[in-house]
């Protein structure tokens, strides 16, 4: 039976994508088969008439399948701005039911052992005028994994986001640790006090700020016995 996690972060560019892959890679470590998905996509680049999207396209590498690129994705827009407003500026509607019918016929069709569902912004991330991503993660009672964006501020982001999830219903599994800020001040005692307040919550790896070239190189930054345990 397929695990299904979603992955939220506490701000954009928190690192949802450096943490999707170390989990994924993590994953495929443990002779697990794992696929994932990016329901909106904003920031992407037209090829050869196909709208390419970076973090898609770290799906797509580290996915056990190969599954063509524009499955891995329900909506993709070319500004690097919020989706529901790019959206509009395009005249399209997202409708979350495309999500489902993509992420029920990419498990059936597959059968993968873990597939990680890669949000956009943070967990309220707007979809319209009156829906959010997180409407559609409660309704599938997701299980929630939080990229935590190590950089000034992030506590009150982290508290926030997992408050959020929990009232939602929601189970947040995990989180991971992403050093968004190499320069931060007090890292070490920021993340001391979160660790103290998330001991309830697994802490799935740390990953410090990486180099491009690093980035098929992740998975080692999760800590795979707890990893299996939420699996």
């Known amino acids: ?13 928190s690192g949802k994508t450096t943490v999707t892959a170390a989990l ?21 680049e037209l090829r050869d008439n196909v709208l390419i999207n970076t973090d898609v396209s770290s799906i797509h590498g580290n996915s056990s399948f190969d599954v063509p690129y524009e499955k891995l994705s329900c909506y993709k827009f070319p500004p690097a701005i919020a989706p529901h407003i790019a959206a509009a500026e395009s005249g399209v509607n997202i409708d979350t039911s495309v999500f489902t019918r993509r992420a029920d016929g990419l498990v059936s069709e597959f059968h993968p052992d873990v597939f990680f569902i ?9 979809l ?27 506590l ?10 929990m009232r939602a219903g929601c ?3 995990g989180y991971v640790v992403n050093h968004a800020d190499p320069h931060m001040e007090r890292f ?44």
């Open 128 to 154: 319209s005028d009156c829906t959010f991503m997180s409407d559609w993660v409660a309704a599938r009672g997701l299980p929630v994994i939080i990229t935590v964006g190590a950089r000034l501020g992030f």
């Open 24 to 44: 994924m890679q993590a994953a495929r470590s443990l002779s697990l088969k794992v696929l994932g998905l990016k329901p909106v996509a904003s920031g992407c």
């Open 188 to 231: 070490d005692e920021n993340i001391a006090w979160l660790k103290n307040y998330f001991k309830d919550i697994p802490l799935l790896g740390e990953i410090p700020h990486v180099q491009k070239a690093e980035l098929n190189n992740l998975g080692k930054y999760i800590d795979s016995k707890i990893l299996t345990e939420i699996l």
């Open 1 to 13: 039976m397929t695990k299904t996690f979603f992955i939220t972060g506490t701000d954009t560019d």
């Open 156 to 165: 009150n982001h982290a508290v926030l986001t997992r408050n959020e999830i």
């Open 118 to 126: 890669e949000g956009a912004g943070g967990w309220y991330l707007p």
């Open 171 to 173: 189970r947040v599994a």
